[in-house]
């Protein structure tokens, strides 16, 4: 279905469905051979929501690969890429609490469970941004495995297009210390005025010290909906119809790392082929399936 204004969704569908093709790739990079990442959380997340495709991909009881061994190499990258992603944001974190940053906040948070997960610095507190049916899921999916947060964590159920920063400061976010923002994942899902709009409030919310970090997809300026209907075949075969082009805007949009610089913060980017590099796995092979082009990871201060 069509995005359309005000539209919602649960994790079993839409955007949401997104976030959870996104955990069945961390529960499958978590236990490769020699993994970059450990989400011991995303397997159980993936089941609880109870879509089949992804629920056979993290048990382990569907080859891929041997379904459409046309699309190896991508199914192996996409994993790789799932790994490498991940590893760039856990970092990114980790690294801003050691630069005494101890306000996290992790927008479209989905089935993120960082904050369950990593080692956060003592004192900080994470806030999780989504919408109220998903933020609800993962709160007593995670309440059931007995897992507890690593850090205070605090939820702002609330629709990134309503007045979000209202509801951050509701919750406790104090605009006057330095806070660490991550959009991962988020913003090919936004028009191009919206991610404006995204980064505007981030800026008018932070005060100096504060990071950043998103990424840039320069593929969407000629995006190919049929190709990337063509290089989703592969998950139709398990009985999955997730039509990624209708749930994106593609089309020409700044950098996030143009628009901030331009407000003062201090950017820098990364291709993803380089930090496959930096992080030892071998350069990314999807061919013709490609369609996103190369991914630039970001990151950035307010000085």
């Not at 509801?167 to 005025?193: D, S, V």
Request: net charge negative; charged share 20%.
């Amino acid at each position: 279905m069509a995005r359309a204004d005000g539209d919602s969704w649960d994790l079993a569908s839409s955007v949401g469905a997104t976030a959870t093709m996104v955990a069945a790739g961390r529960a499958i990079a978590s236990r490769s051979e020699h993994p970059l990442i450990d989400d011991p959380f995303a397997a159980d997340l993936v089941r609880a929501v109870g879509i089949p495709a992804f629920t056979m991909m993290v048990d382990g009881t569907v080859d891929l690969a041997a379904i459409a061994p046309e699309a190896a190499g991508q199914v192996q990258s996409n994993i790789d890429e799932m790994a490498v992603r991940t590893k760039f944001f856990d970092d990114y974190f980790l690294a801003a609490g050691t630069q005494g940053v101890r306000q996290a906040v992790i927008l479209a948070a989905g089935l993120d469970a960082r904050a369950y997960r990593l080692p956060w610095a003592d004192g900080t507190v994470v806030y999780e941004v989504d919408q109220p049916e998903v933020i609800d899921f993962k709160t007593r999916t995670l309440a059931g495995l007995g897992a507890e947060p690593t850090a205070q964590r605090r939820t702002v159920p609330v629709d990134l297009r309503d007045d979000w920063p209202a509801a951050m400061r509701a919750a406790g976010l104090n605009p006057g210390e330095p806070t660490a923002w991550c959009a991962e994942g988020l913003l090919i899902y936004l028009p191009p005025e919206a991610q404006d709009r995204l980064f505007d409030n981030i800026h008018a919310l932070s005060a100096p010290g504060s990071t950043v970090a998103t990424e840039f997809v320069p593929g969407m300026r000629d995006f190919d909906p049929e190709k990337a209907r063509t290089a989703a075949e592969t998950f139709s075969k398990l009985g999955l119809q997730m039509d990624m082009p209708s749930l994106i805007y593609h089309g020409e949009r700044t950098s996030a790392a143009d628009y901030l610089s331009a407000k003062g913060w201090q950017m820098t980017g990364v291709p993803r082929t380089e930090l496959f590099t930096e992080y030892g796995l071998a350069t990314p092979d999807f061919g013709d399936r490609d369609v996103l082009g190369e991914i630039v990871y970001i990151s950035g201060r307010l000085s």
